[in-house]
Structures are given as structure tokens and as C-alpha cells.
């Protein structure tokens, strides 16, 4: 997951353990995006929902695709016709690319 949204947002590994990573921009500022190892057997409700937006937003359709060579896949949550694509990241935690409709 740490390399998958690494490349997706373009943040670099601040801290790797073998229990958490922290993801963070480029230039050191700003926040953290922190992932914490859980157990294979445990089975946790997604937390967190991320939203992002390709630059510039009119690019959301190349930023799909992008995001898909790096192994998320479109999700149908019912979602119905919305100018934002649903997708699941490889670990199948859903997000929203954002666009304009």
C-alpha cells in the first residue's frame, strides 16, 4: 500500500518499521499519510476515505488510467452517474477521483 499510494500522490517514505510507514511530501512539509500493519486474520472497516484530483482537474480520465497501471480498479458502490470515479486501491480500500461534472 506504501508504494501504491507513494506514487499515486508523489510522497516519499519518511519512516518504514516493520509495524507502520509514513508517507510525506517531497519537500517535508505538510502532513503525514501513516499505514499501520494489522494482522492477515484481522478484518477492519475502512477508516479513512481519500479523495484525489488530478492536476489540472480536467485530466481526470488520465488519472484514472494512471492510478489503474498502478493497480487500483474501478468500483461501483452504487455510486450512480457522479463526476467522480470510484476505485479500490490494490488492498480494495475504496477512493474518489475527482473531477468535474
Keep these: 500500500m506504501v508504494r501504491f499510494w507513494g506514487e499515486a500522490i508523489d510522497w516519499t517514505v519518511h519512516e518504514l518499521t516493520d509495524d507502520r510507514a ?3 511530501s517531497v519537500k517535508g512539509v505538510g502532513p503525514y499519510l501513516e499505514f499501520r500493519r494489522t494482522p492477515d486474520d484481522e478484518v477492519v472497516w475502512t477508516r479513512v476515505h481519500l479523495d484525489v484530483m488530478s492536476d489540472p482537474v480536467e485530466d481526470q480520465a488520465r488519472e484514472v488510467a494512471r492510478l489503474q497501471g498502478l493497480g487500483a ?3 461501483d458502490v452504487g455510486q450512480g452517474d457522479v463526476s467522480w470515479a470510484v476505485m479500490a486501491d490494490p488492498a480494495g480500500n475504496e477512493f474518489c477521483v475527482l473531477g468535474r461534472g
Design 22 to 24: 509514513l508517507l510525506r
Design 73 to 75: 480498479t474501478r468500483a
